[in-house]
């Protein structure tokens, strides 16, 4: 919920026809789910895990 907030407190700094995000970074479920309740697409969020692999929140495509 907290990173909810503070991301809509961002978002709320610029005009409603701009989007200030392009896409989110996190290491856990929970910030996907953050960044979808601000609109980033599932398709421009990553998720990095313990051991370095960045993957889409929505795929099972890894990168190390």
């Known amino acids: 919920m ?7 407190n961002i978002r ?3 005009p409603a026809e701009e ?3 392009y896409g989110g970074f ?4 929970t910030d ?3 960044y979808r309740a601000v609109g980033i697409s ?10 370095g692999e960045i993957h889409h929140f929505n ?3 890894r990168k190390s």
């Open 26 to 29: 996190g290491n856990r479920d």
């Open 42 to 51: 599932l398709g421009k969020i990553f998720i990095i895990n313990h051991d």
């Open 12 to 14: 709320n700094l610029f």
């Open 2 to 8: 907290f990173k909810i907030a503070a991301l809509r």
């Open 59 to 61: 795929s099972m495509y």
């Open 19 to 21: 989007f200030p995000f």
């Open 32 to 34: 996907a789910i953050s």
